[in-house]
């Protein structure tokens, strides 16, 4: 079975600073998809980057970009520029790319953005 | 548009009590699912459907029940609340078509479930 770890439960960050989190995960697949969401206080899940496990090119939103390395089954998330609106927790994600139609999430890792 | 809803978004329950949440999306999605968030965990898939009529268990079903009778609808019910229930749900939605960005499901606000 798949599973997600996020091995940092908290992290802080000062504002305008970069930081990264963790993510690893484990399959026996080829074919599979990684997300990683936000939940801010209002507990509303957005989603923030995802990347097709095919595909080397790493995935880039704006001020958010990941680290996807395949053969380690790892996928870290980089906030650059952090802003105080970043403050939340964040969730990794892994969907297989056929069969099940289920996301499997980390445990999250919260971070604080310091001013 | 308002994307995913749920009802209620508070609820306390009495053991015993049974209840039912719903979630309505405006999308035209295929797909929705249920899950429950806890204390220091991720968020765990409860039931989900593929389709109008279609449901299908999760990682955690015991205890619920779930129907999706209209397309835009899925239903959530507790026939018997317990303690071990008390937890945030939370209702989402995708498209049905195949590859990455249709694979993004969208997330309801939530419903914060006490059960004494």
């Known amino acids: 079975a798949q599973t997600v770890t996020q091995s940092q439960p908290e992290m802080s960050v000062q504002e305008a600073e970069t930081v990264t989190l963790s993510c690893t995960y484990d399959t026996s697949e080829s074919d599979y998809y990684l997300f990683w969401y936000k939940q801010p206080p209002s507990r509303q899940m957005i989603l923030v980057i995802r990347?097709?496990?095919?595909?080397?090119q790493n995935a880039t939103e704006n001020r958010f970009s990941v680290n996807f390395q395949k053969a380690a089954k790892s996928f870290s998330l980089k906030i650059s520029d952090s802003q105080l609106g970043d403050a939340a927790m964040y969730f990794c994600a892994y969907r297989s790319g056929w069969g099940d139609d289920k996301i499997i999430f980390g445990k999250g890792t919260r971070l604080h953005i310091l001013p | 548009n308002a994307g995913v809803t749920q009802t209620p978004k508070f609820r306390v329950l009495k053991t015993g009590q049974s209840m039912t949440l719903l979630c309505a999306q405006d999308m035209n999605h295929e797909y929705m699912y249920w899950y429950r968030q806890d204390p220091g965990m991720g968020l765990r898939l409860i039931h989900y459907?593929?389709?109008?009529?279609?449901?299908a268990k999760g990682e955690v079903p015991d205890g619920y029940n779930v129907s999706r009778l209209k397309k835009q609808n899925f239903l959530l019910g507790l026939e018997s609340a317990a303690p071990s229930q008390t937890s945030v749900y939370f209702c989402?939605?995708?498209?049905?078509?195949?590859?990455?960005?249709?694979?993004?499901?969208?997330f309801g606000p939530g419903t914060r479930l006490t059960v004494t």
């Open positions: 989402a939605s995708r498209a049905g078509l195949a590859g990455a960005s249709s694979y993004e499901q969208y």
């Open positions: 990347q097709e496990a095919y595909k080397q």
């Open positions: 459907s593929v389709g109008e009529g279609t449901t």
